[in-house]
Antibody, heavy 121, light 110 residues
Framework: EVQLVESGGAVVQPGGSLRLSCAVS????????MHWVRQAPGKGPEWVSL????????DYADSVKGRFTISRDNSKSSLYLQMNSLRTEDTAFYYC??????????????WGQGTLVSVSS | QSALTQPASVSGSPGQSITISCTGT?????????VSWYQQHPGKAPKVMIY???NRPSGVSYRFSGSKSGNTASLTISGLQPEDEADYYC??????????FGTGTKVTVL
């Protein structure tokens, strides 16, 4: 069974930093692209970032480019999201998600339970 | 990276068919067959219902089908059932090598 477990969500002040982690199991981690997707309370999902299987290729939504950094440690089956210069509009549940195909970005077939990041003074 | 446009709500009676549209541009929906649809019940993570425009993952009911014409993709739910009441989101790959989700559609079973 595929399991994705996020951690690291917290309340942080504007301008602050936070690092999210995602521990995965149930599949061969280094075979797949991984994503971060966020969802503000009462809003739709927003794709945030992805990293390919070996970590050499990454992409970001314009809204987080230059502030967030995605990374992975295949030896630990773990995905990370370093978030700097946080803004109030970054407040959301952050989901770790698994790419569903062999392609770089096709669709998401598994999601974690989400971790809440709240940016507030 | 503007969100794809979906109707805010669609409703139907049990047994009826409904269709949800998802309109983008040639830089996303119209340019690729990497369009997917997700169902989300309150308090739950999204679940993929359709991928690559019209493919159904194993375990998803045959009542869900997808199609695309130009810059608009569509999700059809036939034989509407009470458990289909949920929010639905489309998603597409874009020319910027990023992803984009739709604005979301609330499906109500009358």
């Amino acid at each position: 069974e595929v399991q994705l477990v996020e951690s690291g969500g917290a309340v942080v002040q504007p301008g602050g930093s936070l690092r999210l982690s995602c521990a995965v199991s149930g599949f061969t981690f280094d075979d797949y692209t991984m994503h971060w997707v966020r969802q503000a309370p009462g809003k739709g999902p927003e794709w945030v970032s992805l990293i390919n299987w070996d970590g050499r290729n990454t992409d970001y939504a314009d809204s987080v480019k230059g502030r967030f950094t995605i990374s992975r440690d295949n030896s630990k089956s773990s995905l990370y999201l370093q978030m700097n210069s946080l803004r109030t509009e970054d407040t959301a549940f952050y989901y770790c998600a698994k790419e569903g195909s062999d392609y770089y970005f096709d669709y998401i077939d598994s999601w974690g339970q989400g971790t809440l990041v709240s940016v507030s003074s | 990276q503007s969100a794809l446009t979906q109707p805010a709500s669609v409703s139907g009676s049990p047994g009826q068919s409904i269709t949800i549209s998802c309109t983008g541009t040639s830089r996303d929906v119209g340019g690729y067959n990497y369009v997917s649809w997700y169902q989300q019940h309150p308090g739950k993570a999204p679940k993929v219902m359709i991928y690559e425009v019209s493919n159904r993952p194993s375990g998803v009911s045959y009542r869900f089908s997808g199609s695309k014409s130009g810059n608009t993709a569509s999700l059809t739910i036939s034989g509407l059932q009470p458990e289909d009441e949920a929010d639905y989101y489309c998603s597409s790959y874009t020319t910027s090598a990023t992803g984009v989700f739709g604005t979301g559609t609330k499906v109500t079973v009358l």
